[in-house]
Each structure stands twice: as C-alpha cells, then as structure tokens.
C-alpha cells in the first residue's frame, strides 16, 4: 500500500505562550508536505476566551485547505469553573469551543484508507478525573466508557484492512520526563483503548515529543508543544506518522531556532500487529 501519512501537533496555546513563528514554520510544512490529514490533539487555547478560540479557528481553517484536519479539546479548552463538578451541567464547559469548533467534541474523519475517531477526555473539574494529587485537579483527563464504545462501533463498521487512528488529548503512555500519565485510571483507560481495535493513537497534552506501543500492539505517538513551556525546555516538537501494510513510523519534527524550521530529529519504527480480522 501507498504509506498514509499524518501530521499530528498539539498545545499551540494560542493566547498567551504560543510561538507564531513555529505555526507559521508548521503551517508551510504540512503545505509543502500535503499529508492524507491533519490531527490537533488538544490545547489550542490557553483558558478557552473568545480571541484565542478565534485564531485558533484560523488556524484549523488554514491547515483544512491543506489536508482533511480533525481538532479535539483539550483542557485548556473547557471552561471548567463555569461548572465544576457537573454542578451546572456539562454542556456550558463547551459553550465557547462548541461555538467556534462545532457541537460534536469527538468528531470523525473518514477518508480512503484509514478512519480517524477522537475521544472526550477533557472534562474539567470532574469525579472521573480526579486524583489524590490536589495538583492534578483541572488537568488530568478521564475516558468515560461511553466514549470507548462509540470509537469500538464507528472502527468496527469501517471497512476492512482500513487504518484505524483514535485521538485524544491526553497522554496515554508515561511522560519520559514528567513521570506523569494524562488521564485518571490510566491502566483501565488503556484497556479500553486497546479494545477498541485502534492500530494507532494520538495524543498531546504532556508538552514532550514521545511514542510507544500499548502490551506492544498499539503504537502511540505523543506531540510537543510550541510554546516555550515543553519539558525539559527541549525545543518545541510536531509528528509525521507515516503507516504501510508492514510498520508504524513516528518522525518527531523538532525546532532548529537558528534555522527557523522544523527538521527531523527522532524516529521510532514499529512493526504493524493487527489486531482480529480486519
């Protein structure tokens, strides 16, 4: 097959720490590059206000006329405080995103030779996502069983030998340097994603460039930031994942700050396991 290829980015943080320069470098490559689609995993604003949502919606539609681009929230897209905990329901969490990004917060692409399905997992302040650590309140995520299941049925109805790709905002694999997992109950979370028969995830949310496989079956690719706060102060990162009927290849883009672009930096090969008959 003629290897599918994906751009996936995450945290722009348009508002406050987002580097213009790395979009505008970003931008031109995937350009110049016409990937089968474009993947933003999350954060694109810094506390969800109307300008920042505005120029993040620029963004996309900018990347769209490129490749076919698939957007999820992150949790800096939620107006978490306006109902903490559900107290006001949920739907007023999403009332700026929903306005700029459309109702649905986990959309779909369905283009040839793969099918692309994201999952919620920002929720805000909320009873699935919290931990022991005060420090993780309106940070980490959770992946409700409903969100599972509606990415297991849409993958099952594909057709069969399909690229199956879930997203979602938070890190599903350990950060190298932060030692932290994104989501709340992260061993059943990868359970379910695993059953959900996705070759590939991707993800955001940790501010470092990563990949790795879930019970070695399940390649996850994890993408930077472009803001100055990346772990480590490491330069700032995106992924072009390239898939054939063989391997799972995860090309980190880093920044070259005197050479204003990305280049390549590390890459990660995977043989592609498939999971049951598809």
């Not at 340097?177 to 940790?206: E, F, N, P, Y």
């Not at 472009?226 to 898939?243: D, E, K, Y």
């Amino acid at each position: 097959m003629t290897p599918i290829i994906l751009a996936h980015v995450s945290d722009l943080h348009f508002g406050r720490d987002v580097n213009l320069e790395q979009v505008a470098a970003f931008e031109a490559f995937v350009a110049s590059r016409t990937p089968d689609a474009i993947v933003v995993a999350g954060d694109l604003t810094q506390r969800a206000r109307h300008g920042e949502l505005q120029v993040a919606k620029a963004f996309a539609d900018r990347l769209a006329r490129t490749a076919p681009t698939l957007v999820v929230p992150g949790n800096h897209d939620v107006q978490w405080w306006a109902s903490p905990f559900g107290i006001r329901g949920s739907d007023v969490k999403y009332a700026k995103y929903r306005r700029y990004f459309g109702v649905d917060l986990s959309p779909r692409l369905d283009i040839e030779g793969v099918v692309i399905a994201s999952a919620l997992t920002s929720h805000g302040v909320a009873a699935g996502s919290m931990t022991w650590n005060l420090n993780d309140m309106a940070v980490k995520g959770h992946l409700p069983e409903e969100e599972v299941e509606r990415v297991t049925r849409y993958f099952e109805a594909a057709p069969r030998g399909v690229l199956r790709v879930a997203v979602l905002h938070h890190n599903v694999l350990r950060g190298h340097i932060s030692a932290r997992m994104g989501l709340a109950h992260w061993r059943q979370a990868q359970l379910r994603l695993k059953a959900t028969g996705a070759d590939v995830i991707l993800c955001g949310h940790d501010h470092q460039e990563g990949s790795g496989q879930i019970d070695g079956t399940v390649v996850v690719s994890t993408a930077s930031t472009f803001t100055a706060r990346t772990r480590g102060r490491r330069p700032a990162a995106f992924n072009m994942v390239s898939v054939d009927d063989e391997s799972i290849s995860v090309q980190h883009m880093r920044w070259e700050r005197d050479l204003q672009r990305f280049k390549p930096s590390d890459l990660a090969k995977y043989g592609r396991v498939r999971l049951g008959k598809r």
